[in-house]
C-alpha cells in the first residue's frame, strides 16, 4: 500500500487546497471533514502523517492527536491554525507534534515538516 497523508480540516477549501498542493508533489492525499471521520476510516491503516486542524468543533487537532496517543497510535503530526498561540503551541508540542503551522501556510515549511514527519514514521515502521 502507498503511503499516504491525511489531512483533517472543517473547511473545505483548505482541504481541497492542500491535497491539490500535496498532489503536485506526487504525494497521495487523503481528506477529512473532522476528526471523528478520520477515526472511523482508521480500520483502512495509518497514514503516514497527520496535517489536522487545531481549531474544529467537536474534537480540536490536539484532543485527536491525544487521543490516537492514548490508545497506542503514533502518527507524526503536523498542526495548522489559524490561531495560533504560544501556549498552543507548546501544548502541541508536548503532545509530540513534529510541527506547528500557522495559515496562510508557507509551502517550503510545510513541505520541510512533511519530510520530517516522513522520516519519523520511518523509523516508527522501520524502513519500506
Keep these: 500500500m502507498e503511503p499516504w497523508i491525511a489531512i483533517i480540516d472543517d473547511d473545505p477549501f483548505v482541504l481541497r487546497g492542500l491535497a491539490r498542493l500535496l498532489r503536485t508533489r506526487a504525494l ?3 481528506t477529512f471533514e473532522s476528526a ?3 477515526l472511523a ?3 483502512e491503516g495509518l497514514p ?3 496535517i489536522v486542524d487545531l481549531q474544529m468543533p467537536e474534537m480540536s487537532g490536539l484532543e485527536l492527536q491525544q487521543h490516537l496517543s492514548s490508545i497506542g ?3 507524526p503530526t ?3 491554525t489559524g490561531h495560533g498561540d504560544v501556549q498552543a503551541r507548546e501544548r502541541c508540542e508536548c503532545a509530540g507534534a513534529i510541527a506547528f503551522l500557522k495559515k496562510p501556510l508557507q509551502e ?3 513541505f520541510a515538516a512533511i519530510q520530517k ?3 519519523a514514521a520511518m523509523s516508527r515502521d522501520g524502513l519500506r
Design 78 to 80: 503536523i498542526v495548522i
Design 36 to 38: 471523528a471521520v478520520f
Design 41 to 43: 476510516a482508521l480500520s
Design 48 to 50: 503516514e502523517c497527520l
Design 117 to 119: 514527519a516522513s522520516r
Design 73 to 75: 497510535i503514533e502518527i
Design 108 to 110: 517550503a515549511t510545510l
Design 28 to 30: 497521495h492525499p487523503k
